[in-house]
């Protein structure tokens, strides 16, 4: 926040101040509900290797509804809407 308004100085202050009581500031993140499950990921990079949903299914022991549910949260939580930004946000 102290960044955004180009107040380093305060920043650093604050961080000291932090540092002091035990607690650390770190760089805001995703919301944890944006951040994809481990099975999300699995499916995100077996489909973006260019698998089919039957094949991605097949390679991980799970039925194609499955992979067709998980693969439409990857893409509400990325914001895309094929399977090439797939491609392209994994390779990134």
Avoid: W
């Avoid at 932090?18 to 770190?26: E, F, I, N, Q, Y």
């Avoid at 992979?67 to 914001?79: D, H, V």
């Amino acid at each position: 926040m102290f960044e955004q308004l180009d107040a380093r100085d305060r920043r650093h202050a604050a961080s000291d101040e932090l540092r002091v009581t035990g607690v650390t500031s770190s760089s805001r993140s995703a919301p944890a509900s944006d951040q994809l499950t481990p099975q999300e990921l699995q499916v995100a990079l077996v489909v973006a290797s260019g698998a089919t949903n039957r094949e991605a299914a097949s390679r991980l022991f799970l039925s194609t509804k499955t992979i067709e549910a998980r693969l439409g949260r990857i893409y509400l939580k990325r914001g895309i809407r094929s399977r090439i930004k797939l491609a392209v946000r994994v390779d990134a």
